[in-house]
């Protein structure tokens, strides 16, 4: 028979036939075109195992049964492909002609017509486009976990005391932000964190950096930076380790990956994305000239608070100075207080004694009003008495105050111990300065010194005479 296998089921008269020309010629096997198709998709389904083939969709087709047919192709060749309505259902994206794709299946032949075709199991987007599939599935998972939160996200320094950047050394991003920090902000120290950002050593060296710069404290501002590629050449920057070491990073973090397009996972984790490693520099670095110019308004407002300052200071010395009064003038002063609650008194008893007469007017209508005599008797005795009480409390109220006035001007004036003198007094003592209070305390032929209002007396007792009246 020949290479091909088939069941007995598949072969009838008109499929096979024996034919002799002539008894010396031998005998030929002919198929029919049904049976070699089903021959031929048995063999490549028994030889062939389930393979992965990549391609581009082409000629893509989408029948109301559900199926799906299309091409794949490459440079030079093309291949039938079908996949079923159970299989399809399972695809997480829409297929589209153009799309680079790559399929799992098995080898067959479709026998009405004789295509060799890819019966199609499982079909899935190749290069970008499967990359892009995994970045969108982290995306996702990483923001519901809440690691993109704007919550958590830390500010940023005004003026960074030192600025790290986390980059390649030799890469065209350092150049960048060091060219736009010397032209904004030069006095910014920058120190250079090198890591590679390509490849697969590229993503564990970052988070290690980042670790690093954490560790040591020697930054309060970090950029994550590096220049434009293609999706493969940033993909370091969309491991799921690096955005959590950004995320769980104490030190912002400015990540400053690709261009203005590209967008990366630590974009995402980081505290602050810029567009671009020069955008990065300009955001996180102050223009000096509009520092230099708040600085000199910030000197002008200082100097004019001083100057404000000194003049109230010298305003309250004057005040200071007009409060500062002779001891003369305080004296005329409290004088002048006490005249004036002197009459401040004499207008209160005035007040007192008014108030008084107009109860007792007040008494004397109601007397009039009632008009008995015992009532009257008694009222007036009444009368009589709270009158010689008032002129009594007014008297007595009015010899307290001229005491006391007395008393003050007599305490004023003895003040000073020469007014005892002044009034023809004398101060006695004896020769060792010791005053005589008592006569019982010479003898008679003691010499004593007697002081006078102007000038001293040398006296002898002569005689003594001792008081009775006082002990």
Known sequence: MGPFHHSQDTRDTDTLRHMSITDNTPAREIYSVSHLNHAARDLLESEFPRIWVEGEISNLARPTSGHIYFSLKDESAQLRCAMFKMRNRQITFRPENGQQVLVRGRLSLYPARGDYQLIAEHIEEAGDGALRRQFERLKRRLHDEGLFDSTSKQSLPALPSRLG???????????????VLKRRFPGIPVLIYPVPVQG??????????LQNAAKRNECDLLILARGGGSLEDLWAFNDETVARAIHACPIPVVSAIGH????????????LRAPTPSAAAEQVSPD??????????WQQRLLRSWQA????QRQHLDWLYRRLKHPGQRLRERA???DELEQRLNLAQQARLHQQ?????????????????????EMRLRLDKLRHNNRNAITTALTRQRARLSNLSRALNAVSPLATLERGYAIVQKPDGEIVHRADEVRVGDTVH??????????RVEAIHCSQEKD
């Open 165 to 179: 950047v986390i980059t390649s050394p030799t890469g065209a991003a350092i150049r960048d932000i060091i060219s």
């Open 200 to 209: 697969a050593e590229a993503p564990p060296a970052i988070v290690a950096a």
């Open 260 to 271: 203005e397009v590209d967008f990366t996972i630590a974009d995402f984790a980081a505290d």
């Open 288 to 297: 000096r000239d509009e520092w230099l110019s708040i600085f000199a308004g």
């Open 309 to 312: 300052h000194i003049a109230r």
């Open 336 to 338: 002048q207080r006490l």
């Open 357 to 377: 007469q107009a109860r007792l007017n007040t008494l004397r209508a109601r007397l009039h009003g009632h008009s008995p005599a015992q009532r009257l008797r």
């Open 450 to 459: 007697t002081r006078l209002d102007s000038g001293q007396l040398h006296c």
